[in-house]
């Protein structure tokens, strides 16, 4: 049996093509910008040796032994956009005390596909890029 991640909540996909379908859907869903037109993105999915995870970017820097601050708002953030993405059919958590962590109160902008043309969607990470 392989080891799971350490960060992040791991999920199971609905349908194969799921994968970018979420991928897509997180670079729209964070923390906009008061002053101009950006969003920057919260989460991101991961693949690794056949499972899938959902992780905070803050999570990520974490995976890579980089300097990470991540906060229990971090988390709660994590938690309700994982719990928005199952809501709408996407993915099943595995094990939901991983998102135990959640309050329907936490921050999270979501911009519509239509709109996103609009927007800077920036990610503060970008999984498999090396640099």
């Known amino acids: 049996m392989e080891q799971?991640?350490?960060?992040?909540?791991?999920?199971?996909?609905e349908k194969p093509d799921d994968f970018l379908k979420i991928k897509e859907t997180l670079t729209r869903i964070g923390i906009k910008s008061k002053k101009t037109n950006?969003?920057?993105?919260?989460?991101?999915?991961?693949?690794?040796?056949?499972?899938?995870?959902?992780l905070h970017f803050k999570e990520l820097f974490a995976c890579d032994n980089k300097q990470s601050d991540i906060s229990d708002d971090d988390i709660r953030r994590r938690n309700a956009i994982i719990t928005m993405i199952s809501q709408w059919g996407m993915c099943k958590v595995l094990d939901k005390s991983k998102i135990a962590l959640v309050d329907p109160e936490t921050p999270v902008d979501i911009i519509q596909y239509k709109d996103k043309k609009n927007w800077q969607l920036v990610s503060k990470y970008t999984v498999g890029k090396k640099k």
């Open 4 to 13: 799971e991640l350490e960060h992040g909540v791991e999920i199971n996909l």
């Open 38 to 54: 950006t969003l920057y993105q919260s989460c991101s999915i991961l693949h690794k040796r056949g499972r899938y995870y959902i």
